[in-house]
C-alpha cells in the first residue's frame, strides 16, 4: 500500500490526549499531519466562523508531524488545512472524542463536523469517538479498532459524500464484542439548565442534558443498542438532509 | 383555527429586519414570542454553548410580545426558551434569514438549525430564508408567501422529526412563478481566505467562498434549480444522517 497523507483533527482541542491517541493509531498508515482547534469547541457543530477572522499557529506537537492550532472551529479547521496550507488528504481522521457522539449527538458533535465537511470536500473521512468524557480517559484499546477500520476504508474507499461515525465502548479490548454497523438512533436532549447567580445578582445558565432514546424496538440496528451492549458502533453517514417520503406527499399539494 | 402559540427565533440576531418581518407574517395566526441571539451568529450550524453559561434578557419588542435576547446560539435560543422560559409552541418559525440556505447551506445555517432543534423537540416548525444578504433587505413579497406555507402547516401538521426549509427568490411577487418542493442540491463551498496582516505582521484570514454545485442534470428537482428560475422552494428536511445505502452495503463485511 501506498504512504498514505493523513489529515488528523478533533473538536476537545490540540492538546487533548484523544487526538494524540488517533494521530498514534494511524501513524503506522502513512504521514499524520495535524490541523486542531487551539482549544475544545465541543458541541461546536458544523458551525464556521464568519464574523471574526482566523488564525492559524504551527506548533511542536512531535518532530515527525506538521502541526497547526487554529483559533476556529474544527470545520474551519478542515477548510484552513485544505485552503491555505494546502494538505491534501488521502484520508481524514477525526478525534478520538473524548465522550459518544451516537444518536442525535451526531449534529451537536464537531468531531462528527469535521469529518463531514471532509467528505464534503472529497475527501475520505472518519470519525472516531470513545464513551468517557474523562480528559485522562484510556484510549489504549481503541487503537487496533482504529487501525482494522482505517485499513478497510484506504483498502475500500467509502462512495462520494459518505463517512464513518465510529463509537467505540470504555471496555478492556478482551470485553469489546466486535464491530456492528449501525444507523442513527432516534433520540433527543433533555435540557436541565443549572441556574446560578452572578456577584451582581443576575442569572445564568448552565446548559446540561441527557440522552431520551425514542426507539420503539422495532428495529434494533440503532447505535446506542449495540454501544451497550459492547460492540464498536460504525455509523455511515451521509450528507443529505432532504426528507424524501414527505418531499414525495407535499409535491402532490396544490399550493 | 384555534389561537396559535408561535415561537419566533433567527440566527442573525434579535435586531434583524428579517426576525422583525416573519413576526408580522406570522402574527395573524396567534401569539408570537421571540427568542432570538443577541448578536448575529450566522453560520453557527447547530452549535451549542457548553465551555460558557447563557444569559437571556427581556427585551421592548414591542408593546404585544414577550421577547428575550439571549447570549447563545440559535440552538440555545430554542433550548433556553423550551427549557428555562417553558414555551410550548404550536410552531417554530425562524428567519427570514438574510440570505439564502439552499444546498449544503443547510448544514452551516444557524436559521435552520434552530428550527431543526424545534423538530427534534417534538415541534411543528419552518425555516424561511431569503436569497438578499443586504441588512435591510426587503422582506415584503415573503408576507404572503410565508402565511400560505404555515397557513398549510397549522392545518396539516408535518410527521415527526421533519421540518420545512423554505427559501425565497428575491424578486418582486408579481415575478415569483410559484413553490416547488424540492431537495437539497448537491454541492460545497469553494473557499477563498482572505489573507490579511495585522499591525503586528502577523497573518490573518477572512473565510469567504461561493457554492459550487455538483448536480449532474439526472434529476432537476433540487433546490438551486427551481430558486435560480424564480421559485420558492420548500424542501422537507429529516434528522437522520445515517447512509442507509452504505450500511446495507458494509453489514456484508467481516470485521
Redesign the interface.
Known amino acids: 500500500m501506498k504512504i498514505q497523507e493523513i489529515l488528523a483533527t478533533n473538536d476537545d482541542g490540540i492538546q487533548a490526549k484523544g487526538l494524540r491517541a488517533l494521530v498514534d493509531a494511524v501513524s503506522g498508515f502513512g504521514n499524520v499531519s495535524i490541523m486542531a482547534p487551539a482549544f ?1 469547541r ?10 471574526k ?4 499557529t504551527k506548533v511542536a506537537y512531535d518532530p515527525l508531524r506538521e502541526a497547526y492550532a487554529c483559533t ?2 474544527p ?2 479547521c478542515i ?2 488545512a ?3 496550507v494546502g494538505f491534501k488528504p488521502d484520508l481524514v481522521v477525526s478525534g478520538i472524542n473524548h465522550g459518544s457522539n451516537s444518536s ?1 449527538s ?3 458533535s ?1 468531531t462528527l ?1 469535521a469529518a ?1 465537511e471532509a467528505a ?3 475527501y475520505q473521512s472518519i470519525a472516531f469517538s470513545l464513551m468517557d468524557f474523562a480528559p485522562d480517559a484510556d484510549f489504549t484499546h481503541c487503537i487496533p479498532i482504529i487501525h ?1 477500520i482505517v485499513n ?1 476504508v484506504l483498502q475500500n474507499p ?2 462520494p ?2 463517512l464513518l ?1 465510529v463509537n467505540i465502548p470504555k471496555l478492556p479490548l478482551s470485553q469489546i464484542k ?2 456492528k ?4 438512533s ?1 433520540g ?1 436532549f433533555i ?3 443549572e ?2 447567580v452572578d456577584p451582581h445578582g ?6 446540561c442534558g441527557y440522552l431520551d432514546l425514542k426507539e420503539n424496538g422495532e428495529s434494533l ?1 440503532y447505535d446506542e443498542y449495540y454501544l451497550k451492549q459492547g460492540y464498536v458502533s ?11 417520503e ?2 414525495n406527499r ?2 402532490k ?1 396544490q ?1
Open positions: 475544545g465541543s458541541g461546536a457543530s458544523h458551525a464556521i466562523t464568519l464574523d477572522p482566523l488564525k492559524i476556529g472551529t470545520v474551519d477548510k484552513m485544505t485552503g491555505v442525535v451526531v449534529l451537536y464537531g463536523a463531514m464534503i470536500q472529497g482494522k478497510y467509502l462512495p459524500l459518505s461515525n466486535g464491530i454497523v449501525t444507523r442513527q432516534k433527543r435540557e436541565e439548565f441556574k446560578r443576575r442569572s445564568y445558565y448552565w446548559l440496528d460504525v455509523m455511515p453517514v451521509q450528507l443529505d438532509m432532504t426528507h424524501y414527505l418531499k407535499l409535491e399539494i399550493w
